[in-house]
């Protein structure tokens, strides 16, 4: 496709459900220019090492209900959901400092995970603990209370598999600061 104007059209996206979780606010903030972390680096880790063994409820719409018929037998899900707490004209952000961190890198929003950008679906891949009806139960999703449900999708050994996963020097040294695996 060499043609660089194309005309995209307009989408709407109903939520399917609600998280329902501990966390009341995000731990990174946007302002005009740049990403703020809400904390001290060593709180991040002690908060991401709660995250992972926090349980998490994913309220569905009773609409949908049977659309989870099955989901029970997978060991994980894709849980996609917005960030409705952000501020839709922090939205406007071209380039971040990862997390926030003057020391890292100035990078393009699409080379980060930063929830602050044009779309803001964010994605989580955790493990389903149960299903009740309507109720999906999770653990260690990063969601604030209240986050509009995008879609849940089945996890499984093919679906996002990459071979040779290649990331930055800045976010592996995320990765290590923050003691992720």
Known sequence: MNDTKQTFMDMTLKPVGVVRSEIKAPMLSADEDDLSLTDRMENIKAYHRQVEKGICELIIDPEWEELLDGIEGFSHVLVLYWPHLLDPSRRNLRKVHPMGRK????????????????????????????????????????????????????????????DGLKTPAWMEQLYREMEID
């Open 103 to 162: 020391d890292m890198p100035l990078q393009g929003i699409f080379a980060t995970c930063s929830p602050a950008r044009p779309n803001p679906v964010l994605v989580s891949a955790v493990p389903l603990v149960a299903r009740n009806g309507n109720v999906i139960t999770v653990k260690g999703l990063e969601a604030v209370d209240g986050s509009p449900i995008v879609d849940v999708k089945p996890y499984s050994k093919s679906y996002l598999k990459v």
